[in-house]
């Protein structure tokens, strides 16, 4: 099968029900876009498997099932063994080797999109004018957005080999054109 965008998506919505969760996906899906365009890699490949990464996370919402247990169906689904292998690779329990840079952005991404985006939802301007600073200070506040695991945000820039001021620029770039989308207010709103 063609591992297509349009197919992911297909895939992702089949299995989530959970807008919260489908908003996930999105913002993650934006943040590796963003590092493979500035990497010049396939960004459409990279978008699948961003797409993919949490999909059965709504039917095995546990670490003894997700993702490794969703594996199976998105062999079923015919999809290619390397975008397995990269939906596998965001798990830290599974401790796969994170060995292309598709795999280190991926996880680099995944806990620094959902901060981001909330850090965006308690702001009346969303996105537009969050500063890296705001977003490292928030990160030292346990209790915000407390479900993010701020050991990975940390581990991922430094595995991708990027300054975190520098990181949380690029997400908060790669997210901005999807604000509306991911429910998010702009200056504009606020205006
Ligand atoms: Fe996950
Ligand atoms: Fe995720």
């Known amino acids: 099968m063609e591992p297509t965008r349009e197919r992911a998506w297909e895939t992702l919505t089949r299995y989530t029900k959970?807008?919260?969760?489908?908003?996930?996906?999105?913002?993650?899906e934006?943040?590796?876009?963003?590092?493979?365009?500035?990497?010049?890699e396939d960004e459409e490949r990279w978008a699948v498997v961003a797409l993919l990464h949490d999909f059965d996370y709504e039917i095995h919402p546990t670490l003894d099932e997700h993702p490794q247990a969703g594996a199976p169906i998105l062999r079923e689904e015919g999809w290619?063994?390397?975008?397995?292998e990269g939906v596998l690779s965001h798990?830290?329990?599974?401790?796969?080797?994170?060995?292309?840079m598709l795999k280190k952005v991926l996880f680099a991404c995944d806990e620094?999109?959902?901060?981001?985006?909330?850090?965006?939802?308690?702001?009346?301007t969303?996105?537009?004018?969050?500063?890296?600073?705001?977003?490292?200070?928030?990160?030292?506040?346990p209790s915000f957005a407390a479900g993010?695991?701020?050991d990975e945000v940390y581990r991922g820039a430094e595995e991708l080999g990027i300054?975190?001021?520098?990181?949380?620029?690029?997400?908060?770039?790669?997210?901005?054109p999807i604000a509306a989308e991911l429910g998010l207010r702009t200056a504009a709103d606020a205006a």
């Not at 001021?165 to 901005?176: G, T, Y």
């Open 18 to 28: 959970s807008e919260a969760l489908r908003r996930h996906a999105l913002a993650v």
């Open 30 to 40: 934006a943040s590796t876009r963003f590092y493979a365009r500035t990497l010049g």
């Open 80 to 84: 290619p063994e390397d975008v397995i």
């Open 91 to 100: 798990a830290e329990h599974l401790a796969m080797p994170r060995d292309t």
């Open 112 to 124: 620094l999109s959902g901060f981001v985006y909330a850090c965006g939802l308690v702001r009346p």
């Open 126 to 141: 969303g996105l537009d004018g969050l500063e890296p600073k705001s977003v490292r200070k928030k990160l030292k506040q």
């Open 148 to 150: 993010v695991h701020r």
């Open 163 to 176: 300054d975190l001021d520098e990181h949380i620029r690029n997400v908060v770039e790669a997210l901005q």
